[in-house]
C-alpha cells in the first residue's frame, strides 16, 4: 500500500508529481488508484465544459434550466470532496470553508 503525493491544480484541471512543475492548489497523498479517480474527475470536466461551450450559442436558455452547468457543478464538487479527503490539513480546513460544503455525519446503528 504505497501512497503518492501529487500537487492539484483546479484552474488548469492537472495533476503534478512534481511541486516545481506548475502552479498548482493542493496537495494530496493517495494510492494510485485513488490518483486515477482524480484524473478521471478532471476529464470528465473537460467533456462538460466542452459541451458548456456548444450550449452556450443557444439563445435563451436560463441558467438555473441548464442541465450540462449541474453536470459541471457536480464534477467540482467530486473534485473538491477528493481533495477534502486526501488532502492536507491546510486544504480541507479550506475546502471547508467553501458555501457548498456541507460535511456528513457518520450514523451508527
Sequence with gaps: MTLYKVYISINHQQM????????????VTAQRNEIKVFERLFDQ?????SKNFWRAHVPIKPYHLDGENDEYDIRIKKVYAWIHEFG???????IEQLPYFTLRKEVNY
Design 45 to 49: 470536466l473537460k467533456q462538460v465544459q
Design 88 to 94: 492536507t490539513d491546510e486544504a480541507r480546513s479550506f
Design 16 to 27: 503534478y508529481a512534481f511541486p516545481d512543475e506548475s502552479a498548482w492548489e493542493y496537495e
